[in-house]
């Protein structure tokens, strides 16, 4: 079935240190990718999207290439704050089913 | 300004009661959706519903029970046969037809005591 491998946390980093969260993909035909992120105690915003092959998503200093020859979607953020500390979730959905599939969650923690 | 209210935030109940937690939505969205999240777990399906008085179960349906009487409204109702039901309660959104991604409400912490 379609699914999306986030890498497992929790990561820590210290502030202005460079992010990375590896996110691949399984699917039948061609999906469009998702971030989302969730602050502590809240509901999950979108971060990022992109909808086909070699877009980038973008939002809040936060990047995500679509790679469909390496079917992956990896989240990236060149320095990172205090505030970015959350769970990040990866997910997918294929054209013409607006189900999402979530990945697992990456719990990040950034240090003063 | 358009959005999903989830209400109450925070729920207690004793074990062995049922309990409706509210999900509104003023998005004109068609599809509504309910997800379960455990401490430090990612998110499990519960029901979802694609148009009003039509709904499917998800992966974690037992012990849940769901009406979908209004395009505005989804309420969930967690049953004394839910035999674990102390959680955080997500409703989602979307609209149908396009990959525009999921809205969510702000949650529900439901403990049961």
């Known amino acids: 079935g379609d699914s999306v491998t986030q890498m497992e946390g929790p990561v820590t980093l210290s502030e202005e240190a460079f992010l990375t969260i590896n996110c691949t993909y399984t699917a039948t035909g061609y999906p469009s990718l998702f971030w989302y992120v969730q602050y502590p105690g809240e509901g999950l915003q979108l971060l990022l999207k992109?909808?086909?092959?070699?877009d980038k998503g973008s939002n809040k200093g936060f990047e995500a290439t679509y790679r469909k020859e390496t079917t992956s979607f990896h989240l990236e953020k060149g320095s990172v704050q205090v505030s970015d500390s959350a769970v990040y979730f990866c997910?997918?959905?294929?054209?013409?089913?607006?189900?999402?599939?979530f990945g697992a969650g990456t719990t990040v923690t950034v240090r003063a | 300004d358009g959005g999903i209210t989830q209400s109450p935030k925070y729920l207690f109940r004793k074990e062995g009661q049922n309990v409706t937690l509210s999900c509104e939505q003023n998005l004109n969205h068609d599809a509504m959706y309910w997800y379960r999240q455990d401490p430090g777990q990612g998110l499990r399906l519960i029901y979802y519903s694609q148009i009003v008085n039509d709904f499917q179960k998800g992966d974690i349906a037992e012990g849940y029970s769901v009406s979908r009487e209004k395009k505005e409204s989804f309420p969930l109702t967690v049953t004394s046969a839910q035999k674990n039901p102390t959680a955080f309660y997500l409703c989602?959104?979307?609209?149908?037809?396009?990959?525009?991604?999921?809205?969510f409400g702000s949650g529900t912490r439901l403990t049961v005591v």
């Open positions: 997910a997918l959905s294929l054209l013409n089913d607006y189900k999402l599939s």
């Open positions: 989602a959104t979307s609209p149908t037809g396009t990959n525009y991604g999921y809205t």
């Open positions: 992109a909808t086909k092959a070699d």
